[in-house]
């Protein structure tokens, strides 16, 4: 049973009057649901810079035409990146001199035009 959801319509538009791309991501929590909700917050945002960052450095994510590895590096960064601040953030608690271990299971989609993105990651 997932902890956290999100969806999130029209999160990206490749701009000029260009596609708009649909979120969707369902987070399951592993030591408690405290990751899985960070994960609904944040997850999608960090997707955003990271594509405008794919963007600027190759010139687009790619359709499916392109083959869309812009995809999978933009969600393979965002996925560091949001797991980075899980461990830094002091989402993983301290209890007797030991870190607990906590993280979130992670379906994420982005729908849009020729694009059907898929990606998971089995622990932020």
Excluded at 86 to 100: H, P, T
Aim: net charge negative; proline share 1%; charged share 25%.
């Amino acid at each position: 049973m997932e902890d956290a959801v999100r969806a999130e319509q029209g999160f990206w538009s490749d701009g000029g009057g260009g596609e708009s791309y649909d979120f969707y991501g369902v987070y399951e929590g592993h030591g408690g649901a405290r990751v899985a909700e960070v994960c609904r917050e944040r997850l999608h945002r960090v997707l955003v810079e990271e594509i405008e960052i794919e963007n600027c450095s190759t010139g687009g994510v790619g359709g499916a035409a392109g083959g869309g590895g812009g995809w999978e590096r933009a969600m393979k960064r965002c996925f560091a990146k949001v797991d980075e601040e899980v461990v830094s953030g002091g989402w993983c608690w301290k209890e007797n001199g030991a870190v607990n271990t906590v993280g979130s299971t992670t379906v994420v989609a982005v729908v849009g035009g020729d694009v059907v993105a898929v990606a998971t990651t089995p622990e932020l």
